[in-house]
């Protein structure tokens, strides 16, 4: 049996590999380009229901907000309300978007995120007797869990 143990991240130590929210390190271009290559081919190793779509960009905001915070060198973030222009210099990608507007984006919230490693959006609520709900997810390297057995 598998089980997750889920907690609030806390930052580390300054110099620990704790001490920022997400990694960026000399394989962070390659793990990119691998994860692009398998939603290429795989797309439904990127899954969402349509009432997670708050929870996608709650968490697109986290993940952009951290990597220009905790990366400036490499990521930029600017926001005029709810018109934002990401600049990823790593991936030289540069995107203007109006936050919470879909039409707006060159891809889905959860893979315009570009951050590395699985990663799961589930609310609390009932469901399979427990209390956490399936909601979404990207996966694109080996796993101990099934994202077509949360969206079921």
């Known amino acids: 049996m598998y089980s997750v143990?889920?907690?609030?991240?806390?930052?580390?130590?300054?110099?620990?590999?704790?001490?920022?929210?997400?990694?960026?390190?000399?394989?962070?271009?390659?793990?990119?380009?691998?994860?692009?290559?398998?939603?290429?081919a795989e797309p439904l190793?990127?899954?969402?229901?349509?009432?997670?779509?708050?929870?996608?960009?709650?968490?697109?905001?986290?993940?952009?907000d951290s990597l220009a915070r905790d990366y400036p060198a490499?990521?930029?973030?600017?926001?005029?309300?709810?018109?934002?222009?990401?600049?990823?210099?790593?991936?030289g990608l540069t995107h203007s978007f109006i936050f919470g507007d879909v039409d707006t984006l060159p891809q889905p919230t959860a893979r315009l995120r570009r951050a590395t490693g699985a990663r799961r959006l589930r609310r609390h609520g009932p469901a399979r007797g427990r209390t956490v709900d399936r909601g979404g997810?990207?996966?694109t390297t080996q796993a101990d869990w099934s994202l077509d057995f949360d969206m079921a």
Not at 5 to 28: C, M, Q, R
Not at 46 to 62: G, T, V
């Open 74 to 91: 490499h990521f930029s973030l600017t926001k005029q309300g709810n018109r934002w222009q990401w600049i990823n210099r790593p991936l």
């Open 45 to 64: 190793r990127f899954q969402a229901l349509p009432h997670m779509m708050s929870a996608q960009w709650d968490s697109l905001e986290l993940l952009l």
């Open 137 to 139: 997810g990207v996966v």
């Open 5 to 40: 143990n889920i907690e609030p991240h806390l930052p580390g130590p300054k110099g620990s590999v704790t001490e920022f929210a997400f990694d960026v390190d000399e394989h962070y271009v390659a793990e990119c380009r691998e994860r692009a290559i398998v939603l290429a």
